[in-house]
């Protein structure tokens, strides 16, 4: 999802003075705990979604499935087939509930402020910093959002550099717009489709914060873990996706290097998925077609994790890196590689890069 290039000045230079605000506000009330999930208060609740790409939709998906049927979920995204989809299969699983009607209701926005001026929880999933700037731009420069009956909690799950996240942090906390979460996920789009993902999120380390972004996240996953403050969501995801991109790479090179020996790819990956060389690339996205039948390798490498949001991923723990004066020694090669696999095969799905060293052996 994206917004108009007019909206694309840094968040902090838009709101201006506001930005002088210093501690952030990420006190709740003895009520922010009481409604996670729950029907205890007298209104029914309202959710926001902003993004409905390859993971937001699987995770909206779910959200709307486990909140109670009562509460109204609110999406927004800029691609008007896509919402008009997700209405229609809310419907179809209100029908299916026999709940009635009115059930599983969803909205659709035409803009982020109106996500954040009705919804208590907002929940973000978008590709790139800037998508992340543009949409809390655009949710806080009319001015103070509406007060709710509990303060609102943003959590964003998009996978970006943490210096961009910390800035619509502090434009949230400093003007007391709420509470604001980076909660990165791992597990990709079988994960997301499955509710099995898992969330690596950085938030104050107040209880009720800490408890309340849990209740949220396990309700599109199995597990939240609380890395630390506002940021370490981010720092823990991007040295993952280091890992994933590095070991997506080492697995298509191994598989490609024992077929060439004469091995049937099933064995070969069973063995390494019974020894020291296991890894989520060998296991569940085997980059070798037929491999796994659930793989978007075994699907012409479709409807998996786009290579260019891997590449996305590297690029960004590599500047982290060397924001931090970390070495990265295999860093740099990974790079050329996925560059160059992307530009072959744009908009498929990482583990293309196999399809990508065949080209390059013939």
């Known amino acids: 999802m994206s917004i108009a290039s007019s909206t694309s000045l840094p968040v902090r230079r838009a709101l201006g003075s506001r930005m002088r605000y210093s501690a952030p506000r990420l006190s709740l009330g003895s009520s922010s705990i009481r409604r996670a999930f729950s029907t205890t208060l007298s209104r029914d609740a309202t959710w926001g979604f902003i993004g409905l790409g390859q993971m937001g939709y699987s995770m909206a998906k779910n959200l709307r499935a486990k909140v109670p049927p009562s509460d109204t979920l609110i999406i927004r995204d800029v691609n008007p087939e896509t919402t008009e989809r997700f209405v229609a299969e809310s419907k179809e699983l209100a029908k299916s509930s026999g709940a009635g009607e009115d059930a599983f209701r969803v909205e659709v926005s035409a803009h982020p402020r109106e996500v954040a001026e009705k919804s208590t929880v907002v929940i973000s999933s978008l590709p790139e910093p800037q998508h992340v700037k543009d949409v809390f731009y655009n949710i806080l420069k009319p001015g103070k959002l509406p007060t709710l009956e509990e303060e609102r909690l943003f959590i964003d799950t998009s996978t970006i550099d943490p210096p961009s996240s910390r800035e619509v942090a502090n434009v949230i906390h400093g003007t007391g717009s709420g509470v604001f979460v980076d909660a990165p996920m791992s597990g990709g789009v079988i994960g997301a489709r ?84 296991r890894s989520w690339p060998m296991d569940v996205n085997n980059p070798v077609p037929g491999v796994v039948d659930t793989a978007p390798s075994s699907h012409g490498y479709e409807g998996g994790f786009g290579i260019s949001l891997m590449n996305k991923d590297l690029r960004l723990a590599i500047a982290a890196a060397e924001e931090s004066a970390t070495p990265l020694t295999l860093g740099a090669t990974a790079r050329e590689v996925y560059n160059a696999a992307e530009e072959q095969y744009r908009g498929k799905d990482f583990s293309v890069v196999y399809k990508w060293l065949l080209d390059k052996s013939e």
Request: net charge positive; aromatic share 4%; hydrophobic share 50%.
């Open 194 to 277: 499955a509710g099995t993902l898992t969330f690596m999120f950085g938030a104050s380390s107040n209880g009720e914060v800490v408890k309340r972004a849990t209740s949220i996240l396990l309700l599109m996953g199995k597990s939240a873990l609380h890395l630390g403050p506002q940021g370490s969501g981010l720092a823990g995801k991007l040295a993952n996706n280091y890992i994933l991109a590095i070991n997506n790479i080492a697995a298509a090179e191994a598989m490609n290097l024992g077929i060439r020996w004469g091995l049937d790819p099933k064995v070969l990956a069973g063995l390494v998925s019974s020894s020291t060389g």
